[in-house]
């Protein structure tokens, strides 16, 4: 049974500033803290190939010393009015019905809510009573893809059904304003807020990019790479430096085996859809496949208007070769990573 994507919808919070416009405030943020120190953390910030972020909170809210209730008060007000803008226009652009939906998954990992945001979407949109939800938490980067792998099975097993998977994060709700740590600072430097939406069909009569496969890899002993860690003041970013250097190391048994579970060599793959994590990372898959001639212009690019939306990013890259005119039977590689520590892949058949 095929399972298709339909379309890709992204919603963006209300403010946004460029980094230009957001260093002033770093500054300010930094006023008590060494020259040396404030002149690194600016060259972080001026380097960190994101030219434009937006957030569910204003600048001075941002640098407010807000309780965990209070952040969390803004998160939930904010995945709320993202998810409604999200939906709409994804129902919209494919012109369905909210009853259509039989499946609805949610990803999220930047705060707290409970029930989680699908019910009050069900009710918003009066989606059918008998809806299956899967909210899925603590994923972190890698859950725009889960997502989409959740959906893909469950429409494979259940022929003529429609799924639509919603990835909605705040990083700027996580934000640590007593944390002067590095792991603090390169976060604050690269991370955005967004949403998006996806919709993908086992239904025959819907047409789109079809998903062949699908696959996790999981590297053992790696919990300690990335997360969040609860403290008193929210969620306390956990990044590991040695991330894209474990990544480069594992991309060889991440890549080719799933490939050639598919009858493909690297080669064969024309369009490669990957979670831009950051600029190393980005840099660090860039020379993996250079050699071959493969670019992720895509993804450099998502990275520099938005930033590192968490798990919605990878999701704003795949709307970018949607709207591309790529010809029937080109292949396509999605690709993000995530806690635990682990790799999330797709492999899509235009």
Not at 113 to 129: C, K, T
Not at 140 to 168: D, H, Q, T, W
Not at 198 to 213: C, F, N, T
């Amino acid at each position: 049974m095929a399972v298709k994507i339909i379309s890709v919808a992204k919603q963006l919070p209300k403010f946004t500033r460029s980094t230009a416009e957001i260093l002033p405030w770093v500054e300010l943020w930094l006023k008590d803290q060494p020259d040396r120190f404030r002149r690194k953390i600016l060259k972080i910030f001026e380097g960190a190939g994101v030219d434009r972020r937006y957030s569910i909170m204003d600048a001075h809210q941002v640098f407010h010393p807000y309780t965990l209730e209070e952040r969390n008060d803004f998160y939930v007000a904010g995945m709320k009015q993202l998810g409604g803008g999200a939906v709409k226009k994804a129902l919209e652009q494919s012109n369905w019905q909210a009853t259509d939906l039989d499946y609805i998954i949610t990803v999220s990992c930047t705060g707290i809510m409970i029930p989680s945001i699908d019910a009050y979407l069900i009710n918003e949109f009066e989606m059918r009573q008998d809806i299956v939800r899967l909210p899925v938490t603590e994923m972190g980067c890698a859950a725009g893809i889960s997502g989409m792998i959740y959906a893909k099975e469950f429409l494979e097993a259940n022929p003529g059904k429609r799924a639509i998977v919603l990835a909605l994060e705040s990083p700027t709700a996580t934000f640590q304003l007593e944390d002067f740590s590095m792991v603090n600072m390169v976060s604050a430097a690269i991370f955005g807020d967004g949403a998006a939406a996806v919709l993908m069909s086992s239904r025959e009569e819907d047409q789109g990019p079809q998903i062949k496969d699908q696959a996790m890899y999981h590297f053992y002993n790696a919990a300690h790479m990335m997360g969040f860690k609860l403290v008193n003041t929210g969620l306390q970013m956990i990044l590991d430096k040695t991330v894209p250097e474990q990544i480069a190391s594992h991309f060889p048994k991440i890549i080719h085996p799933f490939l050639e579970d598919n009858g493909l060599q690297m080669e064969q793959v024309d369009h490669l859809i990957f979670h831009p994590g950051g600029r190393k990372i980005v840099q660090t898959v860039e020379e993996l496949f250079g050699a071959m001639g493969k670019e992720i212009n895509d993804t450099r690019e998502v990275l520099k208007l938005y930033g590192n939306m968490s798990s919605v990013t990878v999701l704003y890259v795949l709307e970018r070769f949607l709207n591309k005119d790529i010809a029937a039977g080109e292949y396509g590689l999605m690709l993000s990573f995530g806690p635990g520590f682990s790799a999330q892949r797709i492999l899509i058949e235009f």
